[in-house]
């Protein structure tokens, strides 16, 4: 895979030490970032606010907001899913909201979110799991990788916690493994294509 191809879409999953990774991949994408990034961070059932968002907007120069019902996916904007909610991609490329039973335990859960997206994006998505203490992502890495997107997880020897990393390594299904520094330099290169 080349980084020269260029995707429509990026999804990114993560939990325990999500916040710093984000911020570390997110924060010097431009604020006309070129295609959204949409990202499920594992968070407490009883987090209602937006912390989070608040948080990365003020580390980003591009939009980050929470992802709402029936919303356009538009360019340039980090949409995170909302406390409590699964995420879902529609064929309109708008958002659904799902307050269904949790997936591995997860409620939004990365599974949920990557396997609409792949079935939307196909070939032009990238779907990146980063650092967590579970196995949600597994299946959405090998969604994504069936429909031919482009598939990275953070490199397990840095990730605060390796879990959820390799077992999306185990899947087969990962195009690379990388660094964060490594995936940042990967994501401001799509700027410009």
Known sequence: MKDSVR???????TSAGGLRALATLLEELPEN???PVIVVQHRLGND????LE??????CKIMVRQADEKENIMNACVYVAPPDYHLLVGDDRTFSLSADEKVNY?????DVLFETAAEVYRDKLVGIILTGANVDGQYGIEMVK?????TIAHD????EYPEMPKAAI????VDRILSLNEIKKFLLGQATL
């Open 170 to 173: 185990a899947s087969g299904s």
């Open 106 to 110: 997860a409620r939004p859960s990365i």
């Open 33 to 35: 970032y070129r295609m």
């Open 7 to 13: 995707y429509n879409a990026i999804v990114i999953g």
């Open 156 to 159: 397990p020897e840095e990730a």
């Open 48 to 51: 209602r606010g937006k912390l």
């Open 54 to 59: 608040e948080v990365l907007q003020q580390k």
């Open 146 to 150: 069936r429909y031919r997107g482009l």
